[in-house]
Structures are given as C-alpha cells and as structure tokens.
C-alpha cells in the first residue's frame, strides 16, 4: 500500500510563492511517475504536472508552465512543486499523486493510482 502525504500549503497574496512537498511510503519511489493536480470549488480536478520515474522529464499544464517546477529527491521519496507568480485562479486544493503502471508520462486523472489527501493553496488579490 502507498501513502502520500502533502504539506507546504497556505495563503499566500498574488504575485508570491510556495513550495509543496509530498512524501511517499510504502513502495520504491523512484520506480514511479508522480504528478501534481489541483481541483478547485465546483470545479472537475485537473493536472498540473508530472515527472517521470526515470530520467526526470516533466510535463506542465499551460497554466503551470513558467510559473511551476516540479522536481523529485528520490533518496527522501519526495515529489516538490515550486510555484512562483501565483495568481488567485490557482487557488484549489492540490493533490499528489502516483502512477504506478504507465510506461508513458500520464497527464489524466485516472491513470494515476494512489493519491495524497490533499493541501488548500488559497491566493489572495
């Protein structure tokens, strides 16, 4: 069984930063491509980004690009999400998740397997 715990979240004015972190257990990391979602208030949950198991190339949303980094320390099972220029739509709870089969860089929501319970980012105007 895997666990994925995310921390880093807060409220934060526009125009600033956070870094989220989620931490894995229970299986080998670096085995697996992790990602980054977010779902907003009466809104569907939509990716972020991803990173691959191995070789580290990522995949951004076109809201991300620019602004988020995702990158991964595979010696801490650790999976980051540097956001930078936040703007008041990235307000949403953000969610890490894990894909455990694909041999692809999945983008969509239900190819990813294990999920984190979440962490409010709350950007203020």
């Not at 999400?81 to 008041?88: A, F, I």
Request: with cysteine; charged share 20%; glycine share 12%.
């Amino acid at each position: 069984q895997v666990q994925l715990v995310e921390s880093g979240g807060g409220l934060v004015q526009a125009g600033g930063s956070l870094r989220l972190s989620c931490a894995a257990s229970g299986r080998t990391f670096s085995y697996y491509n992790m990602g980054w979602f977010r779902q907003a208030p009466g809104k569907e949950r939509e990716f972020v980004a991803a990173i691959r198991r191995i070789g580290g190339s990522t995949a951004y949303a076109g809201s991300a690009k620019g602004r988020f980094t995702i990158s991964r320390d595979n010696a801490k099972n650790t999976v980051y999400l540097q956001m930078n220029s936040l703007k008041p739509e990235d307000t949403a709870v953000y969610y890490c998740a894990l894909d455990k089969d694909s041999s692809t860089l999945p983008v969509e929501v239900y190819k990813y397997d294990y999920w984190g319970q979440g962490t409010q980012v709350t950007v203020s105007s």
